[in-house]
């Protein structure tokens, strides 16, 4: 299981994920702010005798049938303040999955800043399926999503929310570019499955209503 970062809405579903399932290890990025939620997110998987790892971009971890690239953050020495909700989405872990379905390109909330970095890095961002940072929000730059040339691109948001998450320009942008895209406001849960002709989003869910909040989500 993988955090990305350790907001709110990105771990507040852990006791569900880790309830009934056989989980080898949590993984967690760099950053470890804000602090309450690191400490939360060790208290949780040690009660259940589940390892906590840390991630650096640079490393790959391969099962048989998936693997996946760690990207970022690519300047894990940035100095974060916890209560910047912009600097923790910074801290995101990026991950390139590899599977029989295609790959994935898993961008947790990135904003410009870390794209940026990303883009400069010069790993390859390129993927068939990318989960759009940050909810969809307006600070996912043109240069990102035209390295990254998705066939399907799916956004994670909640319906009726009050960050005007997704942003029209950014979903106007993928289509432009062929894209097919998929809401979780509007679709419920997504799943991607592999087809002859590539990676397939099945809707299997009911839409998303808006998360509680706590802090920037
Ligand atoms: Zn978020």
């Known amino acids: 299981m993988v955090i990305t970062h350790l907001h709110a809405d ?37 009660e259940r005798n589940i390892p906590v790892l840390e991630l650096r971009a640079g490393q790959q971890l391969d ?8 990207l970022g953050p690519v300047d894990p020495a940035n100095p974060v303040d916890p209560s910047d909700g ?4 910074n801290t995101s872990l990026v991950l390139r999955a590899t599977a029989p379905t295609g790959t994935l390109l898993l961008t ?17 961002l390129r993927a068939d399926v990318l989960k759009v940072p940050h ?11 035209a390295a990254v040339r998705p066939r399907l691109a799916l956004v994670s948001v909640g319906a009726g929310n ?7 320009t ?17 679709s ?20 998303r209503p808006a998360p509680r909040q706590r802090g920037r989500g």
């Open 135 to 145: 909810h969809g929000s307006r600070y996912t730059s043109p240069g990102f999503l």
């Open 108 to 124: 947790g909330d990135v904003e410009l800043l870390a794209q940026a970095s990303l883009l400069t890095s010069g790993v390859d």
């Open 170 to 186: 950014v979903l106007d942008a993928l289509r432009r570019a062929g894209t097919l895209v998929r809401r979780t406001d509007e």
């Open 63 to 70: 099962w048989p049938a998936l693997s996946l690239r760690v």
């Open 86 to 89: 912009t600097d923790v989405n």
């Open 188 to 207: 419920g849960d997504v799943a991607v499955v592999a087809s002859r002709d590539g990676p397939v989003a099945v809707a299997r869910g009911h839409p």
């Open 162 to 168: 009050t960050y005007g998450h997704p942003n029209a």
């Open 10 to 46: 990105h771990l507040g579903g852990l006791a569900a994920a880790l309830g009934g399932r056989a989980v080898g290890a949590v993984a967690l990025g760099p950053a470890h702010q804000p602090a309450w939620a690191d400490e939360r997110v060790h208290r949780a998987a040690a």
